[in-house]
């Protein structure tokens, strides 16, 4: 799962030594490596660029699609919606669109 997050050449460094990029293709690594049905995301760009940010979602949704899994994706980066499959909001707890 390493290698299909573009991680081999990483596998012994420690986090401190890690990029806030490279840290989060290692928990995407990690969420999928058990090939799970569905996977819950809380704001996976959060501490994220822009460029890093898309690009950690990419790879998410790829390989949820060649493993089969169902990502839930909960953000306020607008600047992702365009990957998204579907897309729900919640405004004060209301659903303002399916």
Do not use: C, W
Request: aromatic letters at 4%; hydrophobic letters at 40%.
């Amino acid at each position: 799962m390493l290698k299909a997050v573009g991680f081999v050449d990483r596998l012994n460094y420690k986090p401190e030594q890690l990029s806030g990029g490279q840290r989060q293709r290692v928990s995407i690594a990690r969420a999928l490596v058990g090939k799970p049905r569905i996977v819950l995301a809380d704001e996976p760009t959060a501490s994220l660029d822009k460029q890093s940010g898309q690009d950690a979602v990419g790879i998410l949704k790829q390989l949820a699609k060649e493993l089969g899994t169902t990502i839930l994706l909960v953000t306020h980066d607008y600047r992702i919606l365009d990957i998204a499959d579907r897309v729900v909001e919640l405004e004060d707890g209301k659903i303002q669109n399916a």
